[in-house]
C-alpha cells in the first residue's frame, strides 16, 4: 500500500490464553530517569503504570540509583533496578530481565549519553520504542545509523521529529495542517527506516510504506506525562506479539480513547497523565465491545 493512502484499519485486541502466567504476557523494561539539575522521577513510572494496565505481565524500570525509592513508590506493580552507564552492561540487565521489549527515553535527560544509546540499539535484538529523551539524545548524534529500524517505533512530537530530520540534511517547518505532518512523519521513517508515531492532533503513524492518522483523543491531553503513557501502552502492545507497527497503531488509538473517556468524565482542563492511566481499562472494554469480544 502507498504510503501516500491513508489506511484506517486497526488490529484487534491481543489474544490471551486462558492458562497464561505473568511471564508470557511481556516482559517490558523501561529505561528512564534523571537526577541531575533536573530531576524526572513520573516519566517512567508513568510508563511502567501504563504498561502494566495494558496487559503486560512484568516490568522493569532501569533508573538512576537516587530515583529507585521513588519510582518504587510510584509504580509498586513493576520492579526496579540501577540503570547502568555503559551499552554492554545496559545490555545485560535487561537480558537478565528477560525482556522482550524495551521502551528508552521517559524522562532519561542526559542520564545516558547519546554513544551509549547508539551502541545499545545496535547490540539489542528486540523491538524497542523510543521516546522522548532517548530520540533528543539520538538526534545530538548526526548520521547514526540504526540496526534492525523496523523494530523500532519512535514517538517523536514535531520538534523532536524536525531535530531527527536535520541529522540528514532535511530541514522541515512541521505546521497543524494534515499533509504537513504526514509528510513529514513520511520522511522520518524513510530516513531511519523505523516506525514513527507523530504526537499531536490527529497522530501520525507510518512506516513509510503505510500511514494511519488517528481519530480519538483531544485537547485535554496537552498536558506533561501522556507521551509518557502512550510509550508504554505500544510497549505493552508488542510485548503481547502484536506487530510493532499495528501495536503503533492500536495504541495511539487506545491512548486517545481513554483521554476521550477522561475528558467527558473530568473536562480537558482538569486531566492529567495519571487519569489517562486510569481511564485505559475503559478504553480497552469500549473497543473490545465494538469487536464484539
Not at 545516558?112 to 545496535?122: C, G
Not at 501502552?233 to 503503533?248: R, W
Amino acid at each position: 500500500m502507498p504510503a501516500n493512502i491513508i489506511t484506517r484499519e486497526i488490529a484487534p485486541l491481543p489474544d490471551r490464553n486462558d492458562a497464561a502466567h505473568k511471564g508470557e504476557v511481556g516482559r517490558i523494561a523501561i529505561i528512564g530517569g534523571c537526577f541531575s539539575e533536573v530531576v524526572m522521577v513520573g516519566a517512567p513510572a508513568l510508563a511502567a503504570n501504563a504498561a502494566l494496565r495494558t496487559g503486560a505481565g512484568l516490568v522493569q524500570m532501569l533508573v538512576p540509583e537516587a530515583l529507585r525509592t521513588s519510582v518504587g513508590v510510584l509504580a509498586p506493580c513493576a520492579t526496579t533496578r540501577t540503570l547502568p552507564m555503559d551499552a554492554d552492561a545496559l545490555m545485560e540487565a535487561v537480558s537478565d530481565f528477560g525482556a522482550d521489549v524495551v521502551a528508552l527515553g521517559p524522562g532519561l535527560g542526559d542520564s545516558l549519553t547519546p554513544e551509549v544509546i547508539i551502541d545499545f540499539l545496535s547490540k539489542l535484538t528486540k523491538p524497542v520504542v523510543l521516546d522522548a529523551d532517548g530520540l533528543n539524545q539520538l538526534a545530538a548524534r548526526p548520521g547514526a545509523v540504526l540496526a534492525r529500524p523496523q523494530r523500532i517505533v519512535m514517538t517523536p512530537h514535531p520538534g523532536e521529529l524536525a531535530r531527527l530530520l536535520s541529522n540528514w540534511g532535511i530541514d522541515v517547518v512541521i505546521d497543524a495542517r494534515p499533509d504537513s505532518r504526514r509528510s513529514a512523519a513520511q520522511a522520518l521513517a524513510q530516513a531511519y527506516g523505523c516506525i514513527v508515531v507523530l504526537k499531536g492532533r490527529g497522530t501520525v503513524v507510518t512506516n513509510a510504506e503505510r500511514l494511519y492518522v488517528n481519530e480519538t483523543g483531544n485537547a485535554g491531553m496537552a498536558t506533561g506525562g501522556t507521551g509518557d503513557v502512550l510509550t508504554g501502552v505500544i510497549a505493552a502492545l508488542i510485548g503481547q506479539n502484536m506487530d510493532p507497527y499495528e501495536a503503533a497503531i492500536l495504541g495511539v488509538y487506545l491512548h486517545g480513547l481513554a483521554g476521550d473517556f477522561a475528558a467527558e468524565e473530568l473536562g480537558r482542563w482538569s486531566m492529567t497523565a495519571l487519569d489517562l492511566v486510569e481511564y485505559l481499562p475503559e478504553a480497552f472494554s469500549e473497543y473490545g465491545m465494538s469487536l464484539g469480544e
